[in-house]
Nanobody, 129 residues
């Protein structure tokens, strides 16, 4: 049974930092590209960042580029999202997702929700002004 468990969310002042973690179990982590999405109140869920199964390539939404960094540790089956220079508009529930990429290129990652096979329950990030 596949499980993705996010942690590290919380309340932070604008300009501050948080580091989210997503621990995966029940899957062969090295076969999966991983992504982070977020959903703010009243808005649709949106892509934030993704990393290839090899960890060698990453992609970001324009709104977080230069402030966020995604990384992964295949030995710990964990993906991270370092969030710096946080803004009130970053407030959202952040979700971790796994995209089975066994037969895909090592440089593959997806930005669309429908490409992802498994999702975590989400962790709340609130940025106060």
């Amino acid at each position: 049974q596949v499980s993705l468990v996010e942690s590290g969310g919380g309340l932070v002042q604008a300009g501050g930092s948080l580091r989210l973690s997503c621990a995966a179990s029940g899957l062969t982590f090295s076969n999966y590209a991983m992504g982070w999405f977020r959903q703010a109140p009243g808005k649709e869920r949106e892509f934030v960042a993704a990393i290839t199964k090899s960890g060698g390539s990453t992609g970001y939404a324009d709104s977080v580029k230069g402030r966020y960094a995604i990384s992964s540790d295949n030995g710990k089956n964990t993906v991270y999202l370092q969030m710096n220079s946080l803004k009130p508009e970053d407030t959202a529930v952040y979700y971790c997702a796994a995209d089975r990429a066994t037969y895909y290129s090592p440089n593959y990652y997806a930005r669309q929700e429908f490409d992802y096979d498994y999702w975590g329950q989400g962790t709340q990030v609130t940025v106060s002004s």
